[in-house]
């Protein structure tokens, strides 16, 4: 194996998704954000859709955002079931990371690719910014919960229907330098050879 698949095969292995407690919200330099994204764009996109669609908040727009966790909260919560205290923990949800992109996806109600291929297209190009963060040091995961693509979220980052809102990648500085441990069963356990 030469020295550059060992480098990209241990960064892959190496990756890790992180929870906001074990984040530190210290800033991200914009350069290295952009960075994440230029690696994004070059994820495969049958047809040449190149459906990803990102709208990055940090600093002060965060607490925007945090705004519209706090809506999609009260919006759906039952009013038997609300929290005023769960409301508040998803206004702050924002602060908890340096860096949110929102991860979607462009349809048009024209479109020549079907929506999986789209999805798995926009997949990949989150997996290319984690990795990118990951090789630059910094801890990140992928969200997805009904809070965060609520609609009120999608109008603000720009999203109409059909287009989606996938959720968001949060990412800053690992809290204890440690990565979460994982393991995965063989390989060999996933996979048949038909010779």
């Known amino acids: 194996m030469n020295i550059r698949t060992q480098v990209l095969l241990d960064l892959i292995r ?15 330099p914009p350069e290295h954000v952009k960075l994440m994204l230029e690696a994004a764009n070059w994820a495969p996109s ?14 002060d727009a965060r ?27 998803q206004r702050k949800r924002s602060l908890g990371a ?14 020549k690719m079907p929506e999986w291929e789209d999805l798995a297209s926009v997949a990949i190009a989150v997996q290319h910014i984690h990795l990118v963060a990951h090789s630059l040091g910094y ?3 992928w969200v ?21 809102l996938l959720g968001f990648f949060f990412l800053g500085w ?20 038909r010779r």
């Open 139 to 141: 801890a990140g995961k």
């Open 46 to 59: 049958h047809g040449l859709t190149e459906p990803w669609r990102f709208a990055v908040f940090t600093g």
């Open 98 to 111: 340096s860096v949110w992109i929102s991860v979607g996806m462009l349809r048009t109600g024209n479109d």
């Open 14 to 28: 190496t990756r890790r998704s992180y929870g906001l407690p074990e984040i530190v919200p210290i800033a991200v």
């Open 63 to 89: 607490a925007e955002l945090g705004e519209r966790f706090a809506e999609a909260y009260r919006l759906i919560t039952p009013p038997e079931k609300y929290d005023p205290k769960a409301e508040e923990a």
């Open 144 to 164: 997805s919960g009904e809070i965060v693509r609520h609609d009120c979220v999608r109008d603000l980052v720009g999203l109409q229907p059909p287009s989606r």
């Open 174 to 193: 690992p809290a204890n330098g440690a990565a979460p441990q994982s393991q995965r069963s063989p390989i060999e356990d996933k996979v048949s050879w």
